[in-house]
């Protein structure tokens, strides 16, 4: 019985150290090569002709405002106005009838001053892997900047990198680690099974035709 005990534990010990390998190789890895291509400063963020702006929900518990989105939403209006980008790109969720949030950011972008024959929705973006591929395979471009939480932006980032897309990120405000910690623990993981997506060559759920940006 002991002996069996010994085996269970041996087994667990390894398991434990290899799960801990993948998350500090996933982790840092998206780090040490996206470190340079992560903008705080606007003035320091080279000129893209599209902005992609990566999609979350609006209201959490209800009806109270994701600050997530909220800090996305004034990025990129920023970004636009300041004359970094010609174009923004929303790519979000629009799974079912009633929850559609490339509508709802568009919106929110011309209640900010964006032009509406500016704002390009990209509907099938469920993911950040699809929301990266699409921008090229769809809407044709090389070259991007990424609008998101700089964690969110370092993964969107490397993935562009890994699709041979030229990417850059723009940081919008992240929020409170109280208010943001599920998402940070989740952006762990996230980045692991990020790993193993690029490795196994995964595909957006969606492609479709070709839509031109201009």
Known sequence: MRKRIKIFLKIACMIAVVVTALILFSYYSVELRTRSRVYDN???????????????????Y?????PYYVNRIDAAARLFLKGKVDYLLVSGDNGQVE???????????IEKGIPEDKVFLDYAGFR????IVRSREIFGQEKITVIS???HNERAVFIALSKDIDAVGYNAMDVNCKAGFKTNVREIFARVKMMFDLALGIQPKFLGERITIE
């Open 99 to 109: 929850y559609n949030e490339p509508i709802k950011m568009k919106q929110d972008l």
């Open 42 to 60: 606007i003035d320091e963020l080279p000129h893209n002709k599209v902005g992609l702006v990566l999609g979350t929900t609006k209201y959490i």
């Open 62 to 66: 209800g009806n109270t405002l994701n």
């Open 128 to 131: 950040t892997l699809d929301s």
């Open 149 to 151: 939480q700089e964690f």
